[in-house]
Every structure is written in structure tokens, then in C-alpha cells.
């Protein structure tokens, strides 16, 4: 069996191997000069992901307004805020168009 000092060697490679390996394959630079190029090789470019076909879906659905889909998370706060105030008027309209043609005797 080992001693205290094999004990000590295999904790501070258990302790410093995860740190170690996060630090080199987590560096900026090691991405996009390993990790870019093969994705680039092995998946098709950008312009025909489907990120980029739901916000082109996104601009032809609003209207022709010059918006992007949101991915921030404020800005997706932001939107559903809108999209649940336009909801809830559309639903007083029809609530009060309702009690209207009640009131009409319809």
C-alpha cells in the first residue's frame, strides 16, 4: 500500500487535472483557432441555421417592422410584456363588443 505522500500525489492530481484541463481548452484563443474551423467544416454556415430562419420568420410575421427576435433576457421580458398587453386588449374589445350586442338585445 502507499503512503501519505502517494496520498497527497494522487489528491493534488485529482484536485488540478479539471483545473488545469478548463483552464487550457477554456482560453478564447484555443476555441477559434481548434473548435471554429472544424465546426465550419462540419456544420453548414450560419445564414442557414435555424436561428437565423426564425428571425427571418419573426421579421415577416411583425409586420415588416425592422425587429429582431429577442434573446437578450430584458429584451424578451420587453416583448412578452407587449405581446401580453396586445392580449389583453384584444380581449377587452371583445368583451366590450360582447356586453355591447347584449345591450342591443343581439
Keep these: ?3 501519505p505522500n502517494l496520498e497527497v500525489f494522487k489528491f493534488a492530481v485529482y484536485l488540478f487535472v479539471p ?4 483552464v487550457y481548452f477554456g482560453d478564447p484563443a484555443w476555441y477559434h483557432t481548434h473548435v471554429v474551423p472544424y465546426r ?3 456544420l453548414p454556415p450560419l445564414e442557414k441555421t435555424v436561428r437565423v430562419s426564425i428571425q427571418a420568420h419573426w421579421r415577416r410575421t411583425t409586420n ?8 437578450e433576457q430584458h ?3 420587453e416583448e412578452l ?9 384584444r380581449r377587452d374589445a371583445k368583451d366590450r363588443e360582447a ?4 345591450a342591443r338585445g343581439e
Excluded: C
Design 99 to 102: 356586453r355591447e350586442a347584449k
Design 19 to 22: 483545473i488545469v484541463s478548463l
Design 75 to 77: 429584451r424578451v421580458r
Design 64 to 71: 415588416h417592422r425592422q425587429q429582431e427576435m429577442p434573446f
Design 40 to 42: 465550419n467544416k462540419l
Design 81 to 89: 410584456e407587449r405581446i401580453k398587453n396586445e392580449r389583453l386588449e
Design 1 to 3: 500500500m502507499g503512503g
